[in-house]
């Protein structure tokens, strides 16, 4: 089945600690991102990688490190989480970029992330 | 900043019920698509519109992209609970391929 998957699905840490958020896509896709989701706020992106070796900060990307070593992984590192990125945290990918016709984001299942 | 507008921002209505939700915009897009998300998962994507004045159906879903392509529609027919869910409009901002997302209509369809 193709499919985004993200793990943990749940993760309570604690200021500092630093941690990090898998994901991986079975898709072959080029482009992935990683977005937040905080009420009131929508979907904000926090980083986006065109393709290997190759990625771009977003709208929010301060607290945040990706890499793309690999196409099917783009992992979230939080070296050092605060309470403010407490959030609902989502990855994406897509064939050849987000937004172009033909070439949707197909979106994992979020991690809820608490920061205490 | 592009920004993408969408209103209402919460719309609860009875099953059988006709709605329009609005994604608007001071900026042209080149492309516009729509999502619906349902509780503990990520979006999932509707449609996509490239064509200034496109309308594409979806069932008893009419999506349309205006003339300047800066603003959107979302048109339901006879809404059903299975509606109800988070709808978000997104942007294609253009060469980068990434994309803007507005806040969100949240419909809730009672049976």
């Known amino acids: 089945e193709a499919q985004v998957t993200q793990n943990p699905r749940y993760l309570i840490t604690v200021t500092g600690k630093k941690l990090t958020v898998t994901c991986s896509q079975n898709?072959?896709?080029?482009?992935m991102s990683w977005y937040r989701q905080d009420p009131g706020l929508g979907l904000r992106q926090i980083y986006y990688?065109?393709?290997?070796?190759?990625?771009d900060k977003g709208d929010v990307p301060e607290g945040y490190k990706v890499s793309r070593k690999e196409k099917r992984n783009f992992p979230l590192i939080l070296e050092s989480p605060s309470p403010n990125q407490t959030s609902l945290y989502f990855c994406?990918?897509?064939?050849?970029?987000?937004?172009?016709?033909?070439?949707?984001?197909?979106f994992g299942n979020g991690t809820r992330l608490t920061v205490t | 900043t592009q920004l993408l507008e969408q209103s209402p921002q919460f719309l609860s209505i009875q099953e059988g019920e006709n709605l329009t939700v609005y994604c608007n915009s001071s900026?042209?897009?080149?492309?516009l698509q729509w999502y619906r998300q349902e509780p503990g998962e990520g979006p999932v994507l509707l449609v996509t519109?490239?064509?200034?004045?496109e309308v594409k159906k979806l069932k008893r879903l009419t999506f349309q992209f205006g003339d300047a392509r800066k603003d959107s529609s979302l048109h339901i027919t006879a809404a059903q609970p299975g509606d109800t869910g988070l709808y978000l409009c997104?942007?294609?901002?253009?060469?980068?391929?990434?994309?803007?997302f507005g806040k969100g209509t949240k419909l809730s369809v009672k049976p």
């Open positions: 997104a942007g294609d901002r253009g060469s980068q391929g990434n994309l803007i």
């Open positions: 898709m072959n896709h080029e482009y």
């Open positions: 519109v490239v064509t200034g004045g």
């Open positions: 990688s065109m393709n290997v070796e190759v990625t």
């Open positions: 994406a990918s897509s064939f050849d970029g987000a937004g172009y016709p033909g070439s949707p984001l197909h």
């Open positions: 900026s042209v897009f080149s492309s």
